[in-house]
């Protein structure tokens, strides 16, 4: 089946740890973002990428770091630089006209 | 910059009513118009879409119209079920803008047997 993969979908950070989210997708598309989702809020851009090894920064870039070496796969990553990295991420692939989205992973700092 | 500004929920109803989320929008350009659904502890579907003036999204009993002229893409149902409580999310994208999408901040939905 084709679609997007994020793992893993809980992800446990002490301060002052960087961590990596994986999203793979196996869908063809050249388009891959990355989105931060806080309770009660929308989504949030962190970055996305238009074309392997080419990324650009969204509105909440601080504190994060990403890389687009394959098609398929546009990792993030979480850096102790990141104050409040407590929330909901998720990873979408899209075409001209629709975006196909990861099922998430819910990270929290303990 | 773009955005998009949704009524705030939680949406609360009784099996079998009608519903309508209101959803604006400001842009320039003629932006695409996207309503998803995100279940519990899920990442967001499609629900529907409509790329231009006057299209009409539907999916599954929900539609949304295009309205240019009031900048609006309202999602209504005729009849509500039990399943359909999630948060619904309403965005925009331009092409003019590498097809980012710009959410609006989500109306939580319960429907109530």
């Known amino acids: 089946d084709g679609g997007i993969t994020q793992s893993p979908k809980y992800l446990f950070r002490k301060e002052g740890q960087n961590v990596t989210l994986s999203c793979e997708q196996n869908?063809?598309?050249?388009?891959m973002y990355w989105y931060r989702q806080d309770p009660g809020q929308g989504l949030r851009l962190i970055y996305y990428?238009?074309?392997?090894?080419?990324?650009q920064k969204g509105d909440i870039a601080e504190g994060y770091s990403v890389s687009r070496e394959k098609k398929e796969s546009f990792p993030l990553t979480v850096t102790s630089a990141q104050k409040n990295p407590t929330a909901f991420y998720l990873c979408?692939?899209?075409?001209?006209?629709?975006?196909?989205f990861g099922q998430g992973t819910r990270l929290t700092v303990v | 910059g773009d955005s998009v500004t949704q009524m705030e929920g939680p949406v609360t109803l009784s099996e079998e009513a009608f519903l309508t989320i209101n959803c604006t929008y400001t842009?320039?350009?003629?932006?695409?118009l996207f309503w998803y659904v995100q279940y519990p502890g899920e990442g967001l579907q499609l629900l529907l879409k409509?790329?231009?003036?006057?299209d009409k999204g539907s999916n599954k009993g929900f539609e949304a119209t295009y309205r240019k002229e009031t900048t609006s893409f309202h999602l209504e149902k005729g009849s509500v079920q039990v399943s359909d409580s999630a948060v619904y999310f309403c965005?925009?994208?331009?092409?003019?803008?590498?097809?980012?999408?710009?959410f609006g901040s989500g109306t939580r939905l319960l429907v109530r047997p």
């Open positions: 842009a320039t350009g003629y932006p695409s």
């Open positions: 979408a692939s899209r075409t001209d006209t629709e975006a196909f």
């Open positions: 965005a925009l994208s331009r092409r003019d803008s590498s097809y980012k999408l710009i």
């Open positions: 409509a790329t231009k003036a006057d």
């Open positions: 990428s238009q074309i392997v090894n080419d990324f």
């Open positions: 869908l063809n598309h050249d388009a």
